[in-house]
């Protein structure tokens, strides 16, 4: 079974540049996150998807970042304009929806974003 | 907001050794995830306890959850190498049929030497 899938693996940017990363999950799962890993810290999750709607973005800094999963498959994470403590790994998740027992996430690889 | 825990933070291990992380949170919550990170790599899941009680094993790691206490512990068993990683603890903050929004923990790095 193929895993979650991310591009770019990595991205470096200058800051009030514009960024974008793609996440594909594993075949038949229903739910989607996105989490930013500062160097050093835990995953903060930023968006939680259930197929093509969100569930919870509150901690989405909305001024610059957006996301979307239009066909309820793959999904695009956008930062604009980027700044510097935008610098980060950023991982993709996706788990089974909660009727079939999705409480497990899968991370994908993650796409490590430098801004300069 | 939901505090999430983890101690120690670095840990230094002599292969054959036994030890225990902790984590502890601040709210009610009954999901706890362990994953494992090696440098420059994603996260592995290890476990995922679902109840007060709760207690999984997978080779020298184990781990339980005790909900009324909002602890849970990793329990490494006669350490090898192989181990060294961060382990990360994340709680489920979110309730009732709702599930995925994980507050994780700062992270506790192992090193296990000879």
């Known amino acids: 079974e193929a895993g979650v899938a991310q591009s770019p693996r990595y991205k470096i940017i200058e800051k009030r540049q514009s960024v974008a990363f793609w996440c594909n999950p594993i075949s038949g799962h229903a739910t989607l996150y996105w989490?930013?890993?500062?160097?050093?810290?835990?995953?903060?999750?930023?968006?939680?998807?259930?197929?093509?709607?969100?569930?919870?973005?509150?901690?989405?800094?909305?001024?610059?970042?957006?996301?979307?999963?239009?066909?309820?498959?793959?999904?695009?994470?956008?930062?604009?304009?980027?700044?510097?403590?935008?610098?980060?790994?950023?991982?993709?998740?996706?788990?089974?929806?909660?009727?079939?027992?999705g409480y497990e996430q899968y991370f994908g690889p993650g796409t490590r974003l430098t801004v300069t | 907001e939901l505090k999430v825990e983890q101690n120690p933070l670095f840990l230094s291990m002599q292969e054959g050794k036994n030890y225990t992380i902790y984590c502890n949170y601040s709210t009610t919550s009954d999901r706890l995830y362990w994953y494992r990170q090696d440098p420059g790599k994603s996260l592995e899941s290890l476990f995922v306890l679902l109840s007060n009680g709760a207690v999984k094993q997978e080779g020298r790691l184990m781990a339980s959850l005790d909900t009324k206490a909002r602890l849970s512990?990793?329990?490494?068993?006669?350490?090898?190498?192989?181990?060294?990683?961060?382990?990360?603890?994340?709680?489920?903050?979110?309730?009732?049929?709702?599930y995925g929004k994980l507050t994780f923990g700062q992270g506790t790095i192992l090193t296990v030497h000879p």
């Open chain 2, 73 to 98: 512990t990793l329990h490494i068993t006669a350490a090898v190498h192989d181990l060294s990683a961060t382990y990360f603890c994340a709680v489920d903050r979110a309730g009732g049929t709702s």
């Open chain 1, 35 to 101: 989490y930013q890993q500062i160097l050093g810290q835990g995953p903060k999750l930023l968006i939680q998807f259930q197929n093509n709607g969100v569930v919870d973005d509150s901690q989405l800094p909305k001024d610059r970042f957006s996301a979307e999963r239009l066909k309820g498959v793959d999904s695009t994470l956008k930062i604009q304009p980027a700044k510097l403590e935008d610098s980060a790994v950023y991982l993709c998740a996706s788990s089974l929806d909660r009727w079939s027992g």
